[in-house]
């Protein structure tokens, strides 16, 4: 058959026929026809393939760094960036207290800096989330060949509960190679943190250092407390949570007049013994917020004071409680006000 | 006249479908490459199952919960993935638990006709170090199917220490 191909061919240089010519054409054009889209189906369908499984694999990267890797690191950024911060306002000359805590430590997780009317401070290096995205675009460089640029717009934190910081981030990742362009505009990523383990800034701060504490939460229910639990409250050093209190939530902690928080509120009781020579003895609630803040020990001008000293065998002197602890501790047998 | 025109078509569509047939065989044994699925299932099967595994799920002498690395605290964390526990064992740079971990949960998932090894950036973590026999296989292999994963964590939750991400490879060849 083949051959008659040749037959048409030589027939048409033989001018003895046109149709020869015609038919030979028709072949020739089919032919080409079909080897066009023979040659295109199987190149092409290996190509696209193989397009469509590094797309899936370069897909399944960014999410998972966006998904996976961006939280984890807010969450480590948030633990290292409030640990510094604590450490830093106390080892400072002068103390330093945020005036937003939300806000400021979350420039500090993003970045390391506090912004203060003096200027910029350098409070964390090498655990910001920018270091930590940063790792991210050398091993998408390097392992998939991808350009990826991360932009961290803000980093807030939240006090959600009581015993409970939200760091949240609004970001921004693009990620460009040569096969495919991505793009995740203004979204957000959340670490939820339990507070405890972190260092309170009042202790640390206003002791210089000598007394630190860091929050524990106290296993003690509001109907289970009386003298014998307070002594091992205080002695423990943890904190609680009084609904209806006026205690400033751990974030608040971070001013130096800390704001009581209805949501959030919680409290420690000071060890007198733990306190730095100078400031022991105080004619003042030992409970925290209270001893902390400043006060007259006659705020009523020479009318019995809102103090009562607390005497038991768990608690070592001195102790004192405002009315109101002395009822929230249930200790009133115990208390004996303090006149002025 | 007409008879002619019908011949001349019939001929030219023949030679069509011989052109045809001949073009797909030709195509199809140029396409035609060793079987990749074995060696492809292998290495993809126990990815999944190292990457989607968490230690709590693993019932293994030495590399689970209550085993031998658990007992001496090298394992610490219960969630982590199998992956990342041998992410962690590299960002800890204890290469020999990470090579005692890998064999301990491949054991069942490498057949003998098979080779694999684990690299964690670029560092050979299993076997630590490779036998010459396996080295001349890799060599000579027609076909090695390697998979990529990126791991990352944190030490433990009282420090926050963030690891990674690191890329693990995974390759699989023929022995």
């Known amino acids: ?340 | 006249m007409h008879k002619r025109g019908f011949f001349f078509t019939l001929d030219a569509i023949m030679s069509l479908i011989i052109l045809a047939v001949g073009m797909f065989l030709f195509f199809t044994a140029i396409l035609s490459v060793p079987s990749a699925s074995q060696t492809e299932l292998i290495a993809e099967d126990t990815m999944a199952f190292l990457s989607t595994t968490a230690i709590e799920n693993l019932n293994d002498p030495i590399a689970g919960i209550g085993g031998t690395l658990w007992q001496q605290g090298k394992i610490t964390k219960e969630k982590n993935t199998l992956l990342q526990q041998i992410g962690e064992f590299y960002a800890k740079s204890d290469s020999q638990a990470a090579e005692q971990f890998i064999q301990a949960v491949m054991a069942d998932n490498i057949p003998q006709s098979h080779f694999a090894q684990i690299a964690v950036e670029s560092q050979l973590l299993y076997p630590a170090i490779e036998p010459q026999e396996q080295t001349s296989s890799k060599q000579n292999t027609g076909l090695l199917i390697a998979k990529t994963e990126v791991v990352f964590g944190v030490t433990n939750t009282t420090t926050f220490e963030l690891w990674g991400p690191y890329e693990v490879t995974l390759s699989v060849w023929q022995r």
């Open chain 1, 1 to 340: 058959m083949v051959p008659s191909l040749m037959k048409n061919l030589i027939h048409s240089f033989n001018f003895k026929s046109k149709k020869g010519i015609f038919f030979t054409l028709i072949s020739l054009v089919l032919v080409t026809i079909i080897t066009h889209i023979f040659t295109q189906g199987t190149a092409g369908l290996g190509e696209n393939e193989a397009t469509a499984i590094r797309i899936q694999v370069l897909d399944g990267f960014i999410s998972k760094m966006e998904n996976f890797y961006i939280p984890l690191a807010l969450e480590s950024a948030t633990f290292k960036g409030v640990n510094k911060t604590v450490w830093h306002m106390y080892t400072q000359e002068p103390d330093v207290w945020l005036t937003n805590p939300g806000e400021e430590l979350g420039s500090i997780i993003k970045n390391g800096t506090l912004e203060t009317p003096t200027g910029t401070m350098r409070i964390s290096d090498n655990n910001t989330l920018i270091n930590f995205t940063s790792r991210i675009k050398g091993i998408a460089a390097a392992s998939y060949g991808m350009e990826l640029s991360i932009d961290i717009h803000d980093v807030r934190l939240t006090q959600i509960a009581p015993w409970q910081l939200e760091s949240r981030v609004n970001f921004s990742l693009t990620a460009k190679s040569s096969i495919a362009n991505w793009s995740r505009q203004y979204r957000i990523a959340t670490a939820t943190l339990s507070i405890e383990g972190f260092p309170d800034p009042q202790y640390a701060v206003n002791t210089e250092g000598s007394y630190t504490k860091v929050i524990h939460r106290a296993s003690t229910q509001p109907s289970e407390w009386d003298a014998a639990h307070l002594g091992v409250f205080i002695a423990s050093g943890n904190y609680t949570r009084f609904e209806g209190g006026n205690a400033p939530s751990y974030l608040e902690r971070f001013k130096q007049s800390p704001l009581s928080s209805s949501c959030c509120g919680i409290e420690s009781t000071v060890n007198d013994a733990l306190l730095p020579l100078a400031i022991q003895n105080q004619q003042k609630s030992y409970a925290d917020y209270q001893f902390f803040a400043p006060s007259s020990p006659c705020p009523n001008g020479g009318q019995p004071a809102d103090l009562y000293n607390i005497a038991h065998a768990a608690i070592t002197p001195p102790f004192r409680l405002n009315f109101d602890h002395v009822i929230k501790y249930k200790v009133d047998t115990q208390a004996s006000q303090i006149s002025c």
